[in-house]
């Protein structure tokens, strides 16, 4: 349905008519985000420049009973920005400055849409560091990284999105602005406000400014590949190498599936026979560096690793990791529809679930490609499918509950680093228990009583 | 008031009648915490010994309208753990066990009366590490650590209590068990609840059982102290070391008075004439060690230290820390009444903060010893009083809200790691802002809608 001439106008003079979007071509784009094969039109797109203008468009959507779905570059893997019905889409990639660098307090400000590399672009001309590198950190917004609490590969050693958050600004469900988190390192005033609102996926508020905490750029990094004939051989490493007191920045794990379409796609050298791949980096002191790169070898080798390859520099090092980051891309060219996971393990119990996937996909003759973040028990297992096939949809389906379920067993999590969004909700429930679901909602509850802020995503 | 005899006879059958206290003189040892000056009698103190009879003490407290105050071992600083008027104290230090350290996974399991450094002590026997070190930690309880979002003197490197909470089992209001987080490093299921009730002082559910993460306990660790003729001096070392990159594990200041208690107290060759005294940690790699206690040695002496002194051997470092650790205690016995701030600021206020301190200590006439955690902004200046005085009392309250002001205006917090409680109150709407510190309240209202749970802490 088409937004009323009066909210039109009423928007139009908030941002600008040029920063309106309500003709249907127009909000196509709109209409979706990462995720496959969730599509819903807004009735209308806003690209507000200021915090006041954020206000603005929720008092006016909150006087009109107006959904409100926020978003920036719409690289969610869980549906968290996907348009409800008749919803009035805020897009913030027009508020997207880096307002400030401190490198006395290692803090550094900016509006939601900045994009996250050039956050840490912005921190390394200090020689500074913001460690959260989502996979799509080229393209993804900060805002977005914020409500998701958006992973990355380097989760192992420096923790997530979170970890770097200590302060928000942002615009409550009434259109109060209000400031939560401080710029001071310790800071117990009062519940975390701030942490109540990372990860809550803009049912809460909308994260109008964001001050982050940056740390000493690493003086020296090393990266290498380990390739093994056996999947439980990696996962072992991975195990071993944390048994051993070693945190690297870095252990990525490609299964044969996935290092085959990255190396199609990328020609780095990746081998493409062997049942698993390991991308290990270290970073640091430089002779910190040094010593754990041997012993990861040793490591590595002892469990039965084929070969174990050093980036010569910097430079082969940063195009490994790069490649990686593509695993995504690459497993997409495949086939039409690409359905990527999230499901995340304790350690232990790595080998037994990168072993419950391939049975899985075998079960249900499925192509799936696993790759993931195995230092945090945080896999990707990736369906390679066709929305159009109704039957290969249902084994879909049906293999990804068998999945999740046994996620659950193992004591693990739906979503490590993607979010509930629409894609996790049926299984939110069972994860959290009664208790815990109820208290979420509770807080919701409180928070937006008229749930008009991305109404239907986490839980209904 | 003394609680009903159905009260009782509940309390009786639910913790056994030798885990609970109502005699007059067996509730005056639960009257009070660490705090000065702030008593209030309880109607009844229990002892439960599992995560039911928590619950069931619960239910009967919200079935009576009866509020319940949570305390472990009473060192709180902020009169968190002060009862309100007629309320049952629930006592949680016979649920002390650790229930499990699971190397693979670097997570440790404890109950919440747990004594903090039993827990790092469970950790080093698998060569791990719990870095928060709350200066009570001899006898402070890890839920008590966990409720106030205790701090430490290795904050700067290895961050506060909430870094390491992986998850929390928890008694709602309602008498509901609810377990939030999970032993997963990425968990993106839901609102982080976990991190809604750290921090939250009891207001929002009783913890009953804590699941931490580890690390590797770092392989090599050195002491230093530099002295200083200047005040000014010791804050821009500390600016200039994280301006060089270096993150050490702590850089503690003690001013000259701060010192010679110290000094007097411990004698451990502190020297008492001079203005500052930094003491320096840095630990990790024995090479980045090395490296980084040679440069921070060069930094010191280029801002003018009159000498630093490196402790040496790990037995010297300990002892050199142990004194910084009875700061409080050496301070306390200069006269009746202790009361320790605790405000923080960004760290390039520093020398600003801890100059205007002193120049109101002179102000008022008043004796103020402040020391800290310089690398976190966090100081605290300690009033030695006498809480007989009227007049002297009349000026310690201006002369702690002038502080509190300077504080805010500065951009820092009220409270570094110590909490709100009753203590600082007065102050927090002021910090938090109005739409901030009603969010907080909607928060409350919506998890403890009878407001039996720590009545009258954070907010009234």
Redesign the interface.
């Known amino acids: 349905m088409p937004p009323s001439d009066s909210i039109v106008a009423s928007l139009n003079s908030i941002v600008g008519a040029d920063a309106v979007l309500t003709r249907a071509e127009d909000l196509i784009p709109y209409s979706f985000d990462g995720t496959a094969a969730l599509k819903v039109r807004p009735s209308a797109v806003v690209f507000p420049r200021t915090t006041a203008q954020v206000a603005d468009c929720v008092r006016l959507a909150a006087a009109s009973g107006t959904p409100i779905v926020t978003r920036g570059s719409g690289t969610g893997l869980s549906g968290g920005s996907v348009p409800s019905h008749d919803c009035l889409v805020l897009c913030l990639t027009q508020m997207d400055a880096i307002l400030d660098v401190?490198?006395?307090?290692?803090?550094l400000r900016a509006q939601p849409g900045a994009i996250t590399m050039r956050i840490d672009e912005a921190a390394a001309t200090h020689?500074?560091f913001y460690p959260p590198d989502p996979g799509s950190q080229r393209i993804s917004t900060i805002g977005g990284n914020v409500a998701?609490?958006s992973?990355g590969l380097r989760?192992?050693k420096y923790g997530?999105t979170?970890?770097y958050v200590m302060g928000l600004e942002v615009v409550?469900a009434d259109g109060?602005?209000?400031?939560?988190g401080?710029?001071?390192?310790?800071?117990?005033?009062?519940?975390?406000?701030k942490?109540?609102f990372?990860?809550?996926e803009g049912t809460?508020g909308i994260i109008t400014e964001v001050l982050l905490k940056l740390?000493?750029?690493p003086a020296a990094r090393r990266t290498m590949l380990a390739l093994y004939d056996s999947i439980e051989d990696a996962a072992d490493t991975v195990?071993a190498i944390?048994?051993a007191?070693?945190?690297p920045c870095t252990l990525e794990f490609l299964d044969r599936m996935t290092a085959g379409c990255v190396e199609d796609y990328a020609h780095v050298g990746l081998p493409t026979d062997c049942e698993a791949v390991l991308l290990m980096e270290t970073d640091?002191?430089p002779?910190?560096v040094v010593?754990e790169a041997a012993r990861m070898e040793v490591i590595a080798r002892a469990h039965r690793a084929r070969d174990v390859r050093t980036a010569r520099d910097e430079a082969e090092g940063l195009q490994l990791a790069a490649a990686r980051r593509n695993a995504f891309a690459a497993l997409a060219r495949r086939r039409p529809t690409t359905i990527l996971e999230d499901v995340?393990?304790?350690?232990?119990e790595l080998a037994t679930m990168v072993r419950f996937i391939a049975d899985t996909a075998a079960a249900f003759n499925l192509q799936i490609g696993t790759f993931g973040?195995m230092g945090?028990?945080?896999l990707h297992p990736t369906f390679l499918t066709d929305e159009r096939n109704a039957d290969e949809m249902g084994r879909v389906h049906q293999a990804l509950d068998a999945i999740v379920h046994r996620t659950l067993e193992l004591?693990?999590?739906?979503?490590?680093?993607?979010?509930?969004g629409l894609a996790?909700k049926p299984w939110?429930r069972q994860?959290?228990?009664d208790?815990?679901?109820d208290?979420?909602r509770?807080?919701?509850?409180?928070?937006d009583p008229m749930g008009l802020l991305n109404p239907g995503k986490?839980?209904d």
Do not use: W
């Open positions: 401190d490198p006395r307090n290692l803090t020689g500074l998701e609490n992973g989760g192992l997530v979170r970890d409550l109060r602005i209000a400031r939560l401080s710029a001071c390192v310790k800071d117990v005033a009062g519940y975390s406000l942490d109540l990372v990860g809550s809460l740390v000493p750029r195990s944390v048994a007191r070693i945190i640091g002191h002779a910190a010593d995340t393990v304790p350690r232990s973040h945090d028990g945080n004591g693990g999590t739906i979503t490590g680093e993607h979010g509930v996790k939110l994860q959290m228990g208790a815990s679901f208290l979420m509770q807080v919701k509850g409180a928070l986490i839980f």
